[in-house]
């Protein structure tokens, strides 16, 4: 379905691979090389075409290909019909007065962080192309689509705004991949990424991956070019959340793309929403669905953080109005997403079943202002052997979060594979087989 570069992807030796850029097919201007670093160890950076034949013991990986972001003009309709029309106000009244936020990383132009609409729903973000923290918006583009998931999520859904995408709406594969980690290192749970571009990318699938074994759901615009995603990326990827536009009256808009990747469809015509100077604008394109799914996505994970990926994508597309052909279809996917009819229903067959609580359970004293990335060492009179029995869980409002453990002598380290929520009550259990049961409450700082 993609077109794959091989293994090390192109590893050529600098002066044969500079003499004929040409070769790759696309516009960008720039590569993705191999270098040492003044540590002789191999960092990966993009170089302008012009710089490459100073370079000596290089690698050329791939073209560091350039995506755009998926928008169109709208009729200048003053009305948000979006959230009503998915349903999301059965989410909103679920998960409004729920302990906890969800941040949605909103990879793009930045957006106006002085935006009357949008300031206090803001956490900290980073500008990828001048390396700061301050990813104000040059465009419009990425204000918009915050504004769009503002609109339709409560105030404990956050925006992270990255901006790895400049004025004129382009965005080379290593910003949006820089983009990606900094996103999945700073917690976000959902990226949205409106933008989309010709051919597949080795480099950019490495980051989506790295966001997907993190637990972090990705969602994409399918594109606005009337054509089939195979051959675009990431909007020709499988593993992602991949969201088609329909209009007013459910039908999928003439500019949105279609293809085996489509999993979902949303409202993307005439769409308004705020853009920078503190004013608001109707636009369409996928580029305006994609903000609806991942505002509904963040209000799952919000209601149940142990929701994996794939819980989310299957709860998307379990509530949705089938649309086109009976079932799944390459211009709807699933259907138009609509959550009016939802009702709580998680996937738990991989994960082990609550375990009562003895009545005579002892408490460890409790603590406060936990830091979020708190590790708990639980400490044992002896050395722990394969035979000794112990569950150890933390749970938050009764369901169990994700966490690892790792035994070192007389001693268990328990650590949370995600950041946790700050501001929050959570419970550790400690079950040992013929040797009691134990529980300590901590609540987190900042």
């Known amino acids: 379905m993609k077109k794959v570069l091989c293994t090390s992807i192109l590893s050529l030796v600098m002066m044969l691979s500079f003499a004929n850029p040409s070769a790759f097919a696309n516009e960008s201007d720039r590569f993705l090389v191999e270098l040492l670093n003044d540590e002789n160890e191999p ?3 993009s170089i302008h075409r012009d710089e490459m034949e100073e370079l000596t013991d290089a690698k050329v990986l791939q073209p560091d290909y350039i995506r755009r972001i ?16 998915i349903g999301a106000d059965r989410l909103i009244e679920r998960t409004q007065d729920l302990e906890g936020i969800v941040i949605v990383a909103v990879i793009d132009t930045g957006v106006d962080t002085n935006h009357p609409f949008l300031r206090n729903r803001l956490v900290a973000g980073y500008d990828v192309l001048d390396k700061d923290s301050d990813p104000m918006d040059e465009q419009f583009h990425g204000t918009h689509m915050a504004g769009i998931i503002v609109d339709t999520a409560p105030a ?21 991949a820089e983009g990606i ?13 409106s933008f989309v571009g010709e051919e597949y990318s080795a480099y950019l699938a490495e980051a989506i991956n790295y966001a997907l074994d993190h637990d972090v759901v990705v969602v994409v615009a399918s594109g606005n070019e009337s054509m089939d995603t195979t051959e675009l990326y990431p909007a020709g990827e499988q593993k992602v959340i991949v969201v088609g536009a329909v209009d ?11 293809g085996a990747s489509i999993d979902i469809a949303a409202p993307g015509v005439d769409i308004l929403s705020s853009v920078p100077g503190g004013s608001f604008k109707s636009y369409s394109g996928t580029s305006t669905a994609t903000p609806f799914v991942s505002a509904a996505a963040a209000m799952l994970k919000l209601e149940d953080p142990t929701r994996t990926v794939q819980d989310v994508e299957r709860l998307l597309k379990k509530y949705t109005n089938d649309q086109g052909s009976a079932g799944w279809d390459s211009q709807f996917g699933a259907g138009i997403l609509n959550l009016s009819n939802y009702v709580e229903s998680v996937i738990q067959e991989n994960s082990a079943p609550p375990r009562d609580v003895a009545s005579n359970v002892k408490s460890f004293p409790p603590h406060q202002t936990v830091p979020l990335n708190k590790s708990w060492k639980i400490t044992f009179d002896r050395a722990l052997t394969e035979g000794d029995k112990v569950d150890i869980r ?4 009764g369901k169990d979060i994700p966490i690892a453990t790792e035994t070192v002598a007389n001693e268990i380290i328990v650590t949370p594979i995600r950041k946790l929520f700050p501001h929050t009550n959570y419970q550790l259990l400690l079950f040992v087989e013929n040797g009691g049961q134990y529980e300590m409450k901590f609540r987190t700082g900042n």
Do not use: C
């Open 43 to 45: 960092v990966i950076e």
């Open 394 to 397: 933390i749970n938050r409002s």
């Open 70 to 85: 998926a928008l169109q003009t709208g009729t200048g309709q003053a009305k948000s019909w979006g959230p009503t029309r």
């Open 156 to 176: 404990n859904v956050k925006i992270m705004p990255i901006r790895a995408v400049d004025k004129e709406g382009r965005g080379y594969d290593n910003h949006i």
């Open 181 to 193: 980690h900094y996103a999945v290192d700073h917690g976000a749970d959902v990226i949205n990424m």
């Open 248 to 258: 007013r009256n459910d039908r999928i808009a003439d500019f949105s793309n279609t």
